[in-house]
């Protein structure tokens, strides 16, 4: 069972910035893909970001130009920078990491934008 670790959430005015951090209990190379995502109340939760064991990259288009994934691999650990925050980003943020016919999730880090 791969335990995740996720921080950095918190509350910001609009405008702002956070980084969210996951760092798994194994080796990120253990992984084909490490992404963020996000349940608003009421929602489904959908797809923020995610990166791949290559380094390629897919966001969301609602978040396209303002959000950053990326990982650390010498502190085995995957970022989410979040730049411009609006008050529709705000919500329940979940690292998940994939790897063949398995799937892990963290336990979530609530991030909400508000003045």
């Known amino acids: 069972q791969v335990q995740l670790v996720e921080s950095g959430g918190g509350l910001v005015q609009p405008g702002g910035s956070l980084r969210l951090t996951c760092v798994p209990s194994?080796?990120?190379?253990?992984?084909?893909?490490m992404g963020w995502y996000r349940q608003a109340p009421g929602k489904q939760r959908e797809l923020a970001a995610i990166i791949t064991i290559g380094g390629s990259t897919t966001y969301t288009d609602v978040v396209k130009g303002r959000f950053t994934i990326s990982r650390d691999n010498a502190k085995n650990t995957v970022y989410l920078q979040m730049n411009s925050l609006k008050p529709e980003d705000t919500a329940a943020y979940y690292c998940k990491v994939v790897r063949v016919r398995q799937e892990y999730w963290g336990q979530g880090t609530q991030v909400t934008v508000s003045s």
């Open positions: 194994e080796s990120i190379f253990n992984f084909a893909a």
